[in-house]
């Protein structure tokens, strides 16, 4: 299985990042306080997604 992990597949499917974020971790990708934070502090999670059974990855995986 090899997943898309390119910037662009990331964002492409921006959608199953924010449902994504907000299942599995709670956090609301629109809120105030959440774009108030570092990037890093997001991109963490987001790198996360890729590598847990998500809609995100399962959006990725190329055949």
């Known amino acids: 299985m ?8 990331i964002v492409t ?3 199953l990042v ?3 974020m907000r299942e599995r971790f ?3 990708m629109h809120a105030a306080d959440v774009l108030a ?3 890093p502090h ?3 999670y ?9 809609r995100l990855q ?3 995986i190329r055949r």
């Not at 090899?2 to 597949?9: A, E, N, R």
């Not at 987001?46 to 998500?54: C, G, Q």
């Open 2 to 9: 090899t997943i898309d992990i390119t910037t662009y597949g």
């Open 42 to 44: 997001i991109r963490g």
């Open 37 to 39: 934070q570092p990037w």
């Open 26 to 28: 709670q956090i609301d």
């Open 13 to 15: 499917h921006w959608d």
């Open 46 to 54: 987001v790198l996360s997604l890729l590598y847990s059974e998500t």
């Open 18 to 20: 924010i449902v994504d």
């Open 58 to 60: 399962a959006a990725l």
